[in-house]
Each structure stands twice: as structure tokens, then as C-alpha cells.
């Protein structure tokens, strides 16, 4: 008789992705050093100045196609091996599927994809430049399918039940700066264990059973994966 697999929840953010290449946000040199938020990442920017804005995503996603999978995407995809693995990321990069993970909630929206701005239904598949007169079905300009700052989070829904039931959480890679992604981790039971690896978190977020790795994700990812692997 085959036992139900344990549940993992991972809850990524940017630093999973430096070791590729993609610039975090709250680094020194991370992008809000170099952008202002309310000049590329709000609906009113997008009101003001649509180019500017595009311009921001198209160079981000420019980037991102010259990017791979590092270890740690690529560890937490061998992890379903033996788990039941469920990504929620708040990184818009698709280098969690490129390297294999069949389940990725993506919190904050997904760089890859255009979205109509007069019907947030009509999403497609984008891996060039969006240029002004780009646009959907309905004849309106497409924008980046991105969660921008002052707006919801509707992925939050589909989001917490996962914490609510997970085994185990690693969180990697994230400052836990941005709500209400950082809540997720005050979701799940008190009997989870968390495992945290970010080489750099400054102060710890206050859960019980944390573990601290104090690692790059490149590193300290594929070690645990390879230790709960060698558990089963
Ligand atoms: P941040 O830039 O706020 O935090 C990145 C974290 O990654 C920091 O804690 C770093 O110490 C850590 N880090 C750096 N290099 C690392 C490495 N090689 N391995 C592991 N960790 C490393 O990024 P997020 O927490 O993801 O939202 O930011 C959350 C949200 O804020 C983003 O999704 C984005 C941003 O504004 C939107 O744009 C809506």
C-alpha cells in the first residue's frame, strides 16, 4: 500500500534567482535601487507613462530569455520524486517550470505573458517586446500580466490553503518585505517545520520551528533537498 506523500510548500522570491542572473530587488543593486517604484511598478505610472512602464518589463524579459534554471530550481524540481511539491513563488521568471516543477503558483504575476487592460481574463503567452499598439482580442492596449504595487493579489486565495495543509515550508531567497506574500508564512501549523535559506535576512521572521540556513540558494537548496530525499 502506497503511503500519501508528505506535503512541501516553498515559498521562493528573488534571491532563488540571482545565482541566474536576474537582479534581486532590495540588494544593494537591486532594481529599486536603480528604478523608482512609482515610476514602473503602479497603476498610476501605467496611467502617466504606459512606455516608460513597458519599457521597464520588455528589458526585464529580455533578460529573463538569456536566463536558466540554476541548482536550487533545479533540486526543488527533483524533489517530486518523493513529495508532493507545491511552488508559490512571488518571482515573475518562469525558471521554476523551465527546470522541471509541475506545481508553481505565481503570486505576483508571470513576465512571459501580455494581459488586456480592459479584460484581465484575456492573458496570452508573450515573449517578445509589448509595444504601444500592442493589443488584445478586444482592441485595447495589452500590458504586462504583473502584479503591480496598490493592486490585489488574487493568487493569495488559491495560495493559503496550501500553507494551511503543508508538512513542511522552505522559504528561499526572499526578504519578506512585500504583503501579503510575507503572511503566507504565519499560515501553516505550528507543528510545520520551516527551513529558511537566504544568505543574508537580516532579522528572522518570528515562527516557530524555524531553521536558518544561512546560504546561497545555489548551495543550501540542493544540500536540503538531498538530505529529505535521503530521508524517504
Ligand atoms: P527582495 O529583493 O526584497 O529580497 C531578496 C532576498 O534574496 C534577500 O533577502 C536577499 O538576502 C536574498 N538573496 C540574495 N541573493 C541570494 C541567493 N543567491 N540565494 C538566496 N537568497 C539570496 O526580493 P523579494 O523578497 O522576492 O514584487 O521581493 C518581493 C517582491 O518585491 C517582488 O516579488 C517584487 C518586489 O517589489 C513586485 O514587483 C510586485
Same mark, same amino acid.
Given at each position: 500500500?502506497?503511503?500519501?506523500?508528505?506535503?512541501?510548500?516553498?515559498?521562493?522570491?528573488?534571491?532563488?534567482?540571482?545565482?541566474?542572473?536576474?537582479?534581486?530587488?532590495?540588494?544593494? +543593486? +537591486?532594481? =529599486?535601487?536603480?528604478?523608482?517604484?512609482? %515610476?514602473?511598478?503602479?497603476? /498610476?505610472? =501605467?496611467?502617466?507613462?504606459?512606455?516608460?512602464?513597458?519599457?521597464?518589463?520588455?528589458?526585464?524579459?529580455?533578460?529573463?530569455?538569456?536566463?536558466?534554471?540554476?541548482?536550487?530550481?533545479?533540486?526543488?524540481?527533483?524533489?517530486?520524486?518523493?513529495?508532493?511539491?507545491?511552488?508559490?513563488?512571488?518571482?515573475? %521568471?518562469?525558471?521554476?517550470?523551465?527546470?522541471?516543477?509541475?506545481?508553481?503558483?505565481?503570486?505576483?504575476?508571470?513576465?512571459?505573458?501580455?494581459?488586456?487592460?480592459? %479584460?484581465?481574463?484575456?492573458?496570452? %503567452? =508573450?515573449?517578445?517586446?509589448?509595444?504601444?499598439?500592442?493589443?488584445?482580442?478586444?482592441?485595447?492596449?495589452?500590458?504586462?500580466?504583473?502584479? =503591480?504595487?496598490?493592486?490585489?493579489?488574487?493568487?493569495?486565495?488559491?495560495?493559503?490553503?496550501?500553507?494551511?495543509?503543508?508538512?513542511?515550508?522552505?522559504?528561499?531567497?526572499?526578504?519578506?518585505?512585500?504583503?501579503?506574500?510575507?503572511?503566507?508564512?504565519?499560515?501553516?501549523?505550528?507543528?510545520?517545520?520551516?527551513?529558511?535559506?537566504?544568505?543574508?535576512?537580516?532579522?528572522?521572521?518570528?515562527?516557530?520551528?524555524?531553521?536558518?540556513?544561512?546560504?546561497?540558494? +545555489? /548551495? +543550501?537548496?540542493?544540500?536540503?533537498?538531498?538530505?529529505?530525499?535521503? /530521508?524517504?
Amino acid at each position: 500500500m502506497s503511503r500519501k506523500k508528505e506535503n512541501i510548500v516553498v515559498l521562493s522570491g528573488a534571491g532563488i534567482s540571482a545565482e541566474s542572473g536576474i537582479a534581486t530587488f532590495r540588494d544593494s +543593486g +537591486g532594481l =529599486w535601487e536603480k528604478y523608482a517604484i512609482e %515610476d514602473v511598478a503602479t497603476p /498610476e505610472a =501605467w496611467q502617466r507613462n504606459p512606455e516608460r512602464v513597458l519599457q521597464f518589463y520588455n528589458e526585464r524579459r529580455r533578460q529573463l530569455r538569456e536566463a536558466k534554471p540554476n541548482a536550487a530550481h533545479k533540486a526543488l524540481a527533483g524533489l517530486e520524486e518523493k513529495f508532493d511539491v507545491q511552488i508559490v513563488t512571488q518571482n515573475v %521568471d518562469d525558471l521554476h517550470e523551465r527546470a522541471g516543477s509541475h506545481r508553481v503558483l505565481h503570486l505576483h504575476g508571470e513576465l512571459m505573458k501580455a494581459r488586456s487592460t480592459v %479584460d484581465p481574463q484575456l492573458i496570452y %503567452d =508573450w515573449n517578445g517586446d509589448i509595444r504601444p499598439g500592442d493589443c488584445c482580442e478586444k482592441g485595447s492596449q495589452l500590458r504586462p500580466h504583473i502584479v =503591480w504595487f496598490g493592486e490585489s493579489v488574487p493568487a493569495m486565495e488559491d495560495a493559503i490553503p496550501y500553507f494551511r495543509t503543508a508538512d513542511r515550508l522552505l522559504v528561499v531567497g526572499t526578504s519578506l518585505a512585500v504583503t501579503p506574500a510575507a503572511s503566507l508564512i504565519h499560515f501553516v501549523p505550528d507543528s510545520c517545520p520551516v527551513f529558511l535559506v537566504d544568505p543574508d535576512i537580516g532579522l528572522l521572521p518570528p515562527i516557530p520551528n524555524l531553521r536558518y540556513i544561512a546560504m546561497k540558494a +545555489g /548551495e +543550501g537548496v540542493p544540500l536540503l533537498v538531498k538530505q529529505w530525499l535521503e /530521508e524517504k
